[in-house]
C-alpha cells in the first residue's frame, strides 16, 4: 500500500512541473484518494477503507480536509465519511487540534489511531454507533464485520 505522505509527495513532484497557467488554476489545491489496511488487530482488521485528502492552499496553516469514502460504522466517522479526529479540527478544546507543526503523517497517524486505539467515546460523531457499543459489543462487532463485507474488501 502507498502510504497517503509518499503519494502526496510524488503528486506534489508532478505538480511542480505544470505549466504557468496550470499552476494559477485556482484549483492548484491537492487531492489525494488512498486506501488505509486494518490487517491486525481490533474490529476493523481485514477492512480496507479508502480515504479522500484535499490539502488546501493555506496548508500547514489550516488542516487537510479528510473524508472517509468507503461505508464504515465507526463510533467517530459517519456513514457519509464525516470524520472527528481532533486534528483535524483547527481550532481544539482539548489542545490537540491543528497546528502548523502538524504534517500530513501525523493525520495519517491519526486515522489509523481511529482504528486501533478504538472507542473513545467522549465526544462521538455517530452517536448511534456510539451508543450501539455500549449497549451490546458482540453486535456492534457483528455489524461491523457486515459493513466490512459489504464495502470494506
Known amino acids: 500500500m502507498l502510504t497517503l505522505a509518499s503519494k502526496l509527495k ?4 508532478l505538480r511542480g512541473s505544470r505549466t504557468p497557467a496550470a499552476a494559477s488554476d485556482s484549483t492548484r489545491r491537492v487531492s489525494v ?19 479522500e485528502t484535499e490539502v488546501p492552499d493555506a496548508y500547514n496553516m489550516v488542516p487537510p480536509k479528510v473524508k472517509c469514502l468507503t461505508r464504515i460504522w465507526h463510533p467517530n466517522i459517519t456513514e457519509t465519511g464525516e ?10 478544546i482539548d489542545g490537540t487540534g491543528w497546528a ?6 501525523d493525520v495519517v497517524w491519526g486515522l489509523n489511531s481511529l ?6 467515546f467522549d465526544d462521538p460523531l455517530n452517536i448511534e454507533a456510539a451508543e450501539h457499543h455500549l449497549r451490546d459489543k458482540e453486535d456492534f462487532r457483528s455489524k461491523v464485520d457486515d459493513y466490512i463485507k459489504r464495502y470494506a474488501r
Open 10 to 13: 510524488r503528486d506534489d513532484g
Open 33 to 51: 484518494r488512498d486506501k488505509l489496511l486494518v490487517k491486525d488487530e481490533g474490529y476493523y482488521q481485514g477492512g480496507k477503507f479508502q480515504f
Open 83 to 92: 470524520i472527528c479526529l481532533s486534528l483535524l479540527r483547527e481550532h481544539s
Open 100 to 105: 502548523p507543526t502538524r504534517t500530513l503523517k
Open 115 to 120: 482504528f486501533t486505539d478504538l472507542l473513545n
